[in-house]
């Protein structure tokens, strides 16, 4: 399976301002997804990033609230805009299986708390 | 759409009990089956996935689940339950032929008494 990174792993951020997150992969893959889990939640997937095209958003996510960059096969960002309270969540990206397309490996998260 | 039913919230054991975890999915066609685990202040873990052929799949860590088609289940077992085994379980179920559509249930908490 696929190591995956991001950065940063938490942080504490003011209402209004903006926090980019990084999701590094060791080995190129085609499709990144990026999920919510909001306090005592499961996970919500906000997004999929391909490689070279617009990221494709979910039900009740908007790309000027969550832009996402994806430049090459290891790497992806998500920006968190305009943050609220209502903002803080765990973040996490994921990466399709080399092996096997049909699942899933996640990077470690990146706890966001908005005051 | 499809849409996975983790009925236990938080489940308590004690450690060297046996653990079956419930998940309950909805799906018009086969599914592809997952368990994933999160330890506190971790991402997921895959634990073992169901695609095809055996209906009882075997994963990482001692854990084991088995598909059950009429029933619509996918339960996760382990014979003797750890203290590291303490964590949150997610259910996700995935649409045939990609695995964009991954949705999971609302996760089962587990606590281990020694």
């Known amino acids: 399976s696929a190591v995956i990174s991001q950065k940063p792993s938490r942080d504490i951020c003011q209402r209004g301002t903006s926090l980019t997150i990084q999701c590094q992969v060791d080995s190129q893959v085609t499709m990144m997804f990026w999920y919510r889990q909001q306090p005592g939640q499961s996970l919500t997937l906000i997004a999929t990033?391909?490689?070279?095209?617009?990221?494709?958003?979910e039900s009740g996510f908007v790309i000027d609230k969550f832009p996402i960059s994806r430049p090459n096969l290891t790497f992806s960002t998500l920006t968190v805009s305009n943050m609220s309270p209502e903002d803080s969540s765990i973040y996490l990206c994921?990466?399709?299986?080399?092996?096997?397309?049909?699942?899933?490996?996640f990077g470690p998260g990146t706890r966001l708390t908005v005051l | 759409a499809q849409s996975v039913t983790q009925p236990d919230i938080h489940i308590t054991v004690s450690e060297g009990a046996s653990l079956e975890l419930r998940c309950n999915y909805s799906?018009?066609?086969?599914?592809?089956l997952f368990w994933y685990v999160q330890s506190p202040g971790q991402g997921l873990q895959l634990l073992l996935k169901?695609?095809?052929?055996?209906?009882l799949v075997q994963g990482i860590k001692g854990f084991e689940a088995e598909f059950k088609r009429s029933q619509s289940s996918f339960n996760l077992r382990k014979p003797s339950v750890h203290w590291s085994d303490a964590a949150e379980y997610f259910c996700?179920?995935?649409?045939?032929?990609?695995?964009?559509?991954?949705?999971f249930g609302s996760g089962t908490q587990l606590t281990v008494l020694p």
């Open positions: 169901y695609f095809s052929g055996d209906t």
């Open positions: 996700a179920v995935g649409a045939s032929g990609s695995a964009r559509q991954l949705t």
């Open positions: 799906y018009g066609a086969t599914p592809y």
């Open positions: 994921s990466v399709e299986g080399t092996v096997s397309y049909n699942e899933q490996f």
């Open positions: 990033a391909n490689q070279g095209s617009e990221a494709t958003y």
